[in-house]
């Protein structure tokens, strides 16, 4: 007896918010289901209407609340799967027992404590927008510390609560060729300082980026080491920007814009080491991105860093600025740690494939099915 595939419809982000994270996640999604498990698997992928340009603001309301739950209304599919747990609301508008919801993290109630002021609302606002996942068949999280989070914090059973991790883009970021050397990509970027330190990540008070700044001016001020930052992300806020100035490194803090995954490749590998002392994250792509590229991590020990990046890279306490600062000097002056970081992170990154990320996928969705 012949079985036809199951059709799934992934319910994803509008364009419109310019979430390029999670609109990257359902891309890489589709395409690997699409291209691993179209045996198990016909997908079809719905969104609000998106000219493609940033909206925001009531459009972004109207278009998350309004037009998208009447869009999943007309396209119920055999298993639904909401990409993002920010769109949680749409569970109410789908078949319960056939719908699922990626959940990447719940950073504003692991650390709600760190939210002071207006930015409590953000608790509050999150929070009714999550609870919806408890209406859900399954939560599927990009690692066992979401997981472990999804269970703890909103009370959802474990029997419910998957780990799917995500895969990497390996044909991107990979290593340096015969043909490159790192000084063709520092006089790309004209890098013209003796040793850099690279971050990726926003502006959100997560990424700790004060921890980055205070990392810096230790290392130049204390150590007298002629070192520099680039940072690749959202604008700094006010705050950020006002320490920045305090502590006197605004002139050795270059901000950079890349406009794809190929620059951001070339930015890595004309980089030194890589330092991400976040507070929490529920997975985690840059870290891994640059040990696909071989280049050192300074990281922090928290959230589901360890799982991702693991032995491969130096991980700290991401306050703990004397430990920062060491971490980083130790990849600096130690070649022979370097090589074997290097090695290391080759072997870690090499774990993370969107073919299995699809296969485990595809095993949720036919699970569910299972029970219908």
Not at 102 to 108: A, F, N, Q, R
Not at 136 to 148: K, M, P
Not at 234 to 257: T, Y
């Amino acid at each position: 007896m012949t079985h036809l595939p199951l059709q799934v419809n992934l319910f994803t982000n509008y364009a419109g918010d310019r979430q390029f994270s999670m609109l990257r996640y359902a891309d890489e999604l589709e395409s690997s289901m699409g291209q691993y498990c179209r045996s198990v698997c016909e997908i079809h992928r719905y969104s609000p209407r998106s000219n493609g340009e940033m909206t925001g603001g009531m459009v972004s309301r109207w278009k998350k609340y309004i037009e998208y739950p009447f869009l999943a209304l007309r396209h119920r599919g055999q298993i639904n799967h909401v990409t993002d747990h920010g769109n949680s609301h749409m569970v109410k508008f789908l078949p319960r027992g056939r719908t699922i919801v990626t959940c990447h993290d719940l950073i504003p109630l692991r650390l709600a404590d760190r939210l002071k002021g207006a930015s409590k609302r953000i608790k509050y606002s999150f929070w009714a927008k999550v609870v919806n996942m408890r209406k859900a068949a399954f939560i599927v999280t990009d690692s066992e510390s979401t997981r472990r989070d999804v269970i703890d914090l909103l009370s959802i059973p474990s029997e419910k609560v998957r780990v799917v991790y995500l895969g990497l883009n390996h044909d991107c970021f990979k290593p340096m060729r015969e043909n490159e050397t790192r000084e063709q990509f520092r006089q790309q970027f004209n890098f013209s300082w003796p040793a850099t330190i690279l971050h990726v990540g926003g502006a959100a008070f997560y990424k700790n980026f004060e921890s980055v700044v205070e990392t810096l001016a230790l290392i130049r001020q204390k150590h007298r080491r002629d070192v520099h930052l680039v940072r690749m992300g959202a604008p700094l806020d006010q705050p950020q920007l006002n320490l920045i100035s305090q502590r006197g490194v605004g002139a050795f803090i270059h901000d950079v814009r890349i406009k794809n995954d190929l620059e951001l490749r070339q930015l890595y590998l004309a980089s030194d080491v890589f330092l991400f002392p976040s507070l929490w994250e529920g997975f985690g792509w840059p870290p891994l991105e640059a040990l696909a590229c071989g280049i050192p991590v300074v990281m922090s020990n928290r959230g589901s860093l360890s799982e991702t990046a693991g032995s491969a890279a130096l991980s700290v306490e991401p306050e703990d600025i004397d430990a920062m600062a060491n971490a980083v000097l130790r990849v600096l002056d130690d070649s022979g740690l370097r090589i074997r970081m290097r090695d290391a992170g080759f072997s870690q990154a090499s774990q993370f494939q969107w073919e299995k990320t699809a296969s485990a996928m595809a095993e949720v969705y036919t699970s569910i099915a299972r029970q219908l």
